[in-house]
Nanobody
Framework: QVQLTESGGGLVQPGGSLRLSCAAS????????MAWFRQAPGMEREFVAA????????FHAASVKGRFTISRNNAKNTVYLQMNSLKPEDTAVYYC????????????????????WGQGTQVTVSS
């Protein structure tokens, strides 16, 4: 298991930007593919983006493609989510999660496959 801690959430106006960070500790970070999910009140947890163990492959949900970018720095044991052109519908608690690198594929990953989760960070987009 790997321990995950998110940061960087907050209140931002529509059209603004935020960068979320997720710091990992524990077992070897580079043995994991990483992903971001989000959950709005009363809604199911939703896949946002994923990145392979090396960072060489990424996949973004259609709802955020072109606005959000996932990246990672294995030397710093950190994964990021750069969020631009934010919309009120992006309001949610954002979670980072880790999965064995062999389960990564270039598509929307299933939350049920992820064994390690952070505590979440709130993102609110409102004027």
């Amino acid at each position: 298991q790997v321990q995950l801690t998110e940061s960087g959430g907050g209140l931002v106006q529509p059209g603004g930007s935020l960068r979320l960070s997720c710091a990992a500790s524990g077992r070897t970070f580079s043995s994991y593919a990483m992903a971001w999910f989000r959950q709005a009140p009363g809604m199911e947890r939703e896949f946002v983006a994923a990145i392979s163990w090396s960072g060489g492959s990424t996949f973004h949900a259609a709802s955020v493609k072109g606005r959000f970018t996932i990246s990672r720095n294995n030397a710093k044991n950190t994964v990021y989510l750069q969020m631009n052109s934010l919309k009120p519908e992006d309001t949610a608690v954002y979670y980072c999660a880790a999965v064995d690198s062999r389960k990564y594929y270039n598509g929307p990953l299933d939350a049920a496959d992820f064994g390690s989760w952070g505590q979440g960070t709130q993102v609110t987009v409102s004027s």
